[in-house]
């Protein structure tokens, strides 16, 4: 009746044969009947295919997507255009259903893949080398802060109150399970408090994780963090925003020793919250710390280029006990679309990105003064920025709602002090039309 479940009756019939067993009942005996469901499953009637195509149409239908909203909401999760070429090429049979290279030189597409996503990441940061294979930004952090933590046998880690609350929370996550100690470096004025910074900082510290852009947007001052830590023999962490990378100064410059961040704006759709990509960098003296793996370039027998792991400090290979990291996914698709995402724009594309985006973003800032929204930071930022709402903000959210228009994000449900600010994102995909559609209908949301 159902061609597509693989047993049939006879196949189960041999199989409880071979096993000297009369029914199904003998083959589950050591399970307590207790724990077993004594029914059927409650699923509807069989469907055909028709009717699961319209059903399931009937479920996405709830979903409101950007495709359909005007989008000003950020706070980690970035509407920026993706070109049609990368879902071409993603959805190639090659890369689509490529998984971990566990016969690794086999697997010459997803190495190359590997390798190209590795060198653009180290490019745009600006450090010696990148690995592959990192969840998404908060965990990628994470494992940043155990890496620190293993190359300088030190276990207190510091980071800034202005990193991404959620990454915070992960971070703390990972610590109890690592024996990390973990310290919140306060902020001031919307960046972190450097002042109560030094009084932190020991040499008991194995890294300071500063985030800029930050959690609100704005640029922050890394060049007295770096002094400070590495005064100390501690390493510099720093998460930061691909997309920003075009026209700020690059970590690599700054005197990092880490680099993490969330790679989706790449070319990934925002899909509700993930899959996304993680990404990592570093300096060439850390390189056997990084976890997931690390592809290289070489040539076989023949002289012909060919692509191998040249580092993988995962437990379920040579590293055993000794792994850096229990990793054992593959983001291989989804860095495919960043660098595919790369490769297109280019170093000018990149650029242009990030120009487009803080310039409508500061555009969008001095509409909105102009109409009574109050800056809550007067700091230099990105693309988004924080500002004091005049009323409730999820009822101003709810109004902007009925017009169409995904609105900003509500911080105060992270920071209690901050509970009407509304942190706004603008990115290159916003035209001027819709940010005066925005400001109008801030207006009548006030």
Known sequence: MFPY?????????????????KDLEELFADIPKEVRMNRELDLDAPKSELEVQRLMKSLTDKNTSTDEMICFLGAGAYDHYIPSVVKHVTGRGEFYTAYTPYQAEISQGTLQVIFEFQTMIANLTGMDLSNASMYDGSTATAEAAAMAADATRR?????????????????????HFNGLQI?????????????????????????????????????????????????????????????????????????????????????????????????MAATT???????????????????????????????????REKATSNICSNQALNALAALVYMSILGKKGMKAVAEQSYRKAHHTMEKLEA????????????????????????????????????GGYEVGKHYPDLKNGLLFCVTEKRTLDEIDLLVKGLEVAK
Request: no cysteine; glycine share 10%; charged share 25%.
């Open 155 to 175: 276990k207190e880690i510091l980071i800034s109150e202005t990193v991404h609350p959620e990454t915070r929370e992960v971070l703390d996550t990972y610590a």
């Open 371 to 406: 109409i009574g929204y109050k800056k809550v930071y007067d700091k230099p930022f990105f693309k988004e920025f924080l500002v004091e709402a005049p009323k409730d903000p999820a009822d101003i959210n709810k109004t902007l709602l009925e017009q169409g228009i995904l």
């Open 183 to 279: 310290k919140t470096v306060p902020m001031a004025d919307g960046v972190t408090d450097v002042e109560q910074l030094k009084g932190m900082v020991s040499k008991e510290t194995a890294g300071v994780i500063i985030q800029t852009p930050n959690f609100f947007g704005i640029i922050e001052e890394v060049e007295e963090v770096e002094k400070l830590i590495h005064e100390v023999k501690g390493l510099l962490i720093m998460n930061v925003d691909p997309m920003s990378l075009g026209i700020l100064k690059s970590p690599g410059e700054l005197g990092a020793d880490i680099v993490v961040g969330e790679g989706h704006a790449m070319g990934n759709p925002m899909s509700y919250g993930g899959p996304y990509l993680g990404f």
């Open 285 to 319: 003296k850390l390189m056997r710390k990084m976890p997931g793996r690390i592809a290289g370039q070489t040539t076989d027998h023949d002289g012909n280029v060919g692509y191998v792991l040249t580092l993988q400090t995962r437990e379920q290979h040579i590293r």
């Open 5 to 21: 479940i693989p047993h049939t009756e006879e196949d189960i019939k041999f199989m409880l044969e071979t096993l000297g067993m």
